[in-house]
């Protein structure tokens, strides 16, 4: 294991153990902010907050196992950062084409 794969995997546990610390203590729709969520609603309409706030863990727990998973199977730094940069772009993709479908109304 190289340095940078042991950072990757310690940040993808760090991601993940903060995001369900944070949706832990507070209450399910204060997790994103009121103007996160007017945003949203001029932008789609009517959302549904509980969706939304669902989606965002669901996104931030999707990231924390990337870093890890990125972290376990490269071992090369220029493939390490080619997978990176490859994996956050499909990852956001998939995450704008989900998100106007799951949190409108």
Do not use: H, Q, W
């Not at 959302?47 to 863990?57: A, F, G, N, R, W």
């Amino acid at each position: 294991m190289d340095f940078g794969n042991i950072n990757l995997i310690l940040i993808g546990i760090i991601v993940i153990i903060g995001t369900t610390i944070i949706y832990l203590i507070k209450p399910k729709t204060a997790f994103c902010s009121k103007k996160y969520f007017n945003k949203l609603e001029s932008i789609y309409g009517n959302i549904d907050k509980k969706k939304t706030v669902k989606l965002e863990v669901l996104y931030r727990y999707v990231t924390g196992l990337e870093y890890i998973s990125i972290g376990l199977f490269t071992r090369r730094l220029d493939i390490t950062i080619i997978a990176i940069i490859l994996v956050a772009t499909i990852t956001v993709i998939l995450y704008y084409l989900v998100r106007k479908r799951y949190i409108t109304i």
